[in-house]
């Protein structure tokens, strides 16, 4: 099956706390990004790598870093969580070029508590 | 910067009605636009994206949407509307060489059976 895999689904933890995000694409992608979505839905872009080089880092507190292996795999690290970091956070990968659509991950939900 | 404007934070119809979510971008440069469906629970799915010729493109699950540069936007159509369309859609749009998509804030549509 070629997608975007996200894990975990779902994470809790406490203030203070650092956690990892991991996600794998198989659809053969050179693009990969963090968004966040907040409560409200609202989508805004984190990070964007293209064959493991960082290309779009946006203006995200320095307890966010992203880690990428291979151009199939960004992973997502925040030390000492907050209470706004409680989101849900959606990977996804495209081909190079604005004019690619995305495919997206199925989210990971953290609740900081 | 690019920025993309849903003024419609709610739509509800009933099934077998028209609809259309608006959907309205501001870049001087050729945009590419795009709209993606989260239906509750998942995440983010692509219906369609507008790159270049033809003003009317059609996507997925029987939706098309219009590209009208004289005002700058880009309406999502379908007709008729069925109540599994019940979902949250977001307007997106992108650039030549700009390495993210930037999400509107997205419409909520309830079509009542």
């Known amino acids: 099956e070629t997608a975007v895999f996200q894990t975990p689904n779902y994470h809790v933890t406490q203030v203070g706390n650092e956690v990892s995000f991991n996600c794998k694409q198989t659809?053969?992608?050179?693009?990969m990004y963090w968004y966040k979505q907040d409560s409200k839905k609202l989508l805004k872009i984190m990070f964007s790598y293209n064959n493991k080089q960082l290309i779009v880092n946006e203006t995200v507190p320095r307890r966010f870093s992203p880690q990428s292996s291979d151009k199939a795999h960004l992973n997502l690290r925040i030390k000492s969580v907050e209470p706004e970091d409680s989101a849900v956070y959606l990977c996804?990968?495209?081909?190079?070029?604005?004019?690619?659509?995305?495919?997206f991950g199925s989210g990971t939900r953290l609740l900081v508590i | 910067a690019q920025s993309v404007d849903q003024p419609d934070a709610h739509v509800t119809l009933y099934e077998g009605a028209s609809l259309e979510l608006r959907c309205s971008y501001s870049?001087?440069?050729?945009?590419?636009l795009f709209w993606y469906v989260q239906y509750p629970g998942q995440s983010l799915q692509f219906l369609l994206k507008?790159?270049?010729?033809?003003?009317v493109v059609k996507g997925t699950k029987g939706f098309e949407a219009e590209f009208r540069k004289s005002n700058s936007s880009f309406n999502l159509k379908k007709s008729p509307a069925h109540w599994s369309d019940s979902a949250k859609y977001f307007c997106a749009s992108a650039n030549y060489g700009n390495e993210k998509i930037t999400f509107g804030a997205g419409t909520k549509l309830t079509i009542k059976p």
């Open positions: 507008y790159i270049t010729g033809d003003a």
């Open positions: 996804a990968s495209s081909w190079t070029g604005g004019n690619s659509d995305y495919t």
């Open positions: 870049y001087s440069a050729a945009p590419y």
């Open positions: 659809l053969g992608h050179d693009t």
